[in-house]
């Protein structure tokens, strides 16, 4: 059997999701820390965030908390190795995705803690795993200095979810109070959220592609999120270049239909032209 790519996602939420707040959460959090209540109470104040999905989380964790990338490239490595095992006629290849890159030095820090602590346990464990470490594109700016951070990464996924966020400059969560008003007064046809704003988003991804697919041509591209299983936003996707899509469990069935049509058409285009 040929290899048989894993992609894992490394830590995305907010950390202000992951904070205690009942009080015997914060109890026994306590007593594992040999902190006191009123400690950790005070830890946990000090890092609570106006705007969290703007704020402490993807690989800005990473970089001020490096043991949390090194516990989850040991999970994700010992994963593959204990798999590995189990089916010698597999050939496992765990792609690391790294989310909300904006830099590539930023990217680059963090994939050099994951790639020290996944050639150690590799090197511990007495076989061979080849890993991929990519990024997650979700920001405007990452769009725009992709041909740096292609030479970092060995994948970018894009996340059309976080992009549409921060391109249009409206909350994901809090979107809905107002974006009726927008249909109803046809300024959007569409939610932006549901399916792909080509002209835009659109525009921003294939900047993202041709720079990077110029910096690294062996780049591997896909999106991620709720437009991968939009059918027109699929297609788009087909259009554009992209190696494949994922998407929620439940529209995978549409997605793969709409792959299947998208790359149909371009066929029936192609015979057509010759």
């Given at each position: 059997?040929?290899?048989?790519?894993?992609?894992?996602?490394?830590?995305?939420?907010?950390?202000?999701?992951?904070?205690?707040?009942?009080?015997?959460?914060?109890?026994?959090?306590?007593?594992?820390?040999?902190?006191?209540?009123?400690?950790?109470?005070?830890?946990?104040?000090?890092?609570?965030?106006?705007?969290?999905?703007?704020?402490?989380?993807?690989?800005?964790?990473?970089?001020?908390?490096?043991?949390?990338?090194?516990?989850?490239?040991?999970?994700?490595?010992?994963?593959?190795?204990?798999?590995?095992?189990?089916?010698?006629?597999?050939?496992?290849?765990?792609?690391?995705?790294?989310?909300?890159?904006?830099?590539?030095?930023?990217?680059?820090?963090?994939?050099?803690?994951?790639?020290?602590?996944?050639?150690?346990?590799?090197?511990?464990?007495?076989?061979?795993?080849?890993?991929?470490?990519?990024?997650?594109?979700?920001?405007?700016?990452?769009?725009?200095?992709?041909?740096?951070?292609?030479?970092?990464?060995?994948?970018?996924?894009?996340?059309?979810?976080?992009?549409?966020?921060?391109?249009?400059?409206?909350?994901?969560?809090?979107?809905?109070?107002?974006?009726?008003?927008?249909?109803?007064?046809?300024?959007?046809?569409?939610?932006?959220?549901?399916?792909?704003?080509?002209?835009?988003?659109?525009?921003?991804?294939?900047?993202?592609?041709?720079?990077?697919?110029?910096?690294?041509?062996?780049?591997?591209?896909?999106?991620?999120?709720?437009?991968?299983?939009?059918?027109?936003?699929?297609?788009?996707?087909?259009?554009?270049?992209?190696?494949?899509?994922?998407?929620?469990?439940?529209?995978?069935?549409?997605?793969?239909?709409?792959?299947?049509?998208?790359?149909?058409?371009?066929?029936?285009?192609?015979c057509e032209k010759e």
């Amino acid at each position: 059997m040929s290899g048989n790519p894993v992609n894992i996602r490394f830590l995305d939420p907010p950390l202000h999701e992951f904070l205690p707040t009942e009080e015997e959460d914060i109890r026994r959090l306590a007593d594992a820390q040999g902190k006191t209540i009123a400690q950790i109470k005070q830890i946990i104040a000090s890092l609570y965030e106006f705007n969290p999905m703007l704020g402490h989380r993807g690989l800005r964790l990473a970089i001020t908390y490096p043991e949390i990338p090194r516990m989850q490239t040991r999970a994700v490595i010992r994963a593959a190795l204990n798999v590995q095992k189990m089916h010698p006629d597999w050939t496992i290849v765990p792609e690391i995705m790294i989310p909300l890159t904006a830099d590539a030095k930023e990217l680059a820090f963090v994939k050099k803690i994951v790639v020290e602590t996944a050639d150690a346990e590799i090197s511990a464990s007495g076989t061979e795993l080849k890993y991929k470490v990519g990024t997650m594109i979700e920001t405007p700016r990452a769009c725009t200095v992709a041909d740096e951070i292609a030479k970092v990464a060995d994948f970018f996924s894009f996340g059309t979810n976080d992009l549409t966020q921060m391109s249009y400059g409206f909350s994901r969560d809090d979107a809905g109070k107002f974006l009726d008003a927008y249909y109803e007064n046809k300024i959007f046809e569409n939610d932006p959220f549901a399916k792909l704003d080509q002209k835009g988003i659109g525009f921003l991804m294939q900047t993202a592609l041709r720079l990077g697919k110029e910096a690294n041509p062996s780049l591997h591209t896909g999106v991620c999120g709720e437009h991968g299983g939009d059918p027109s936003s699929v297609e788009f996707c087909h259009k554009i270049g992209l190696d494949y899509v994922s998407c929620s469990p439940f529209r995978v069935p549409i997605a793969r239909l709409a792959a299947a049509q998208a790359a149909i058409a371009d066929l029936k285009e192609k015979c057509e032209k010759e």
